[in-house]
């Protein structure tokens, strides 16, 4: 709740003395206001545009470094998955006929995230996952 304070006269000079005043309603006046006048303000109050874009560019490029940064991730996750499943083929003897297709495919959608602790550590999946491409390419060279 706040308190409004109202003058009804105006300002004129600084003159002579004033009568007593009566109780006529012509000296200041003290309301309580609900919040009214408070409410009108705030519409009648300039809106920064161009401090809500920058704040609005801000947020989009932090989200798109994020998104940048989870698809990386999922990426080198997904990376290391079929390298294990590699592992666990090579070491049954049954290596899938679609596996170097779905190799070579995930190696060659490389993509930077924008953080280089993670790019240097994608790197290095994306090497393992190379090198053992050519072995299986040179396996299969060498058998038929």
Sequence with gaps: MTIRIT???????VGGSRGVRGSSG????????SGGATARMESKAPISILGGL?????IQSEDNTREKRRR??????????????????LLAGQL?????????VMV?????????????????IELRA???????????????
Excluded: C, H, Y
């Excluded at 490389?110 to 790019?119: E, K």
């Excluded at 190379?130 to 038929?144: F, I």
């Design 26 to 33: 012509t000296g200041a006046r003290f309301t309580i206001d």
């Design 54 to 58: 920058e704040a609005l560019i801000a």
């Design 72 to 89: 990386s991730v999922k990426r080198g996750q997904s990376m290391l998955d079929l390298l294990d499943e590699l592992k666990l083929a």
């Design 130 to 144: 190379e090198v053992e491409l050519a072995k299986l390419r040179t396996a299969a060279r060498s058998r038929g």
């Design 108 to 124: 060659r959608d490389s993509a930077d995230s924008g953080d280089p602790t993670l790019d240097s550590i994608m790197d290095s």
């Design 96 to 104: 899938p006929p679609d596996f170097m297709n779905r190799l070579s």
């Design 7 to 13: 003058d009804q006269k105006g300002v004129s000079g």
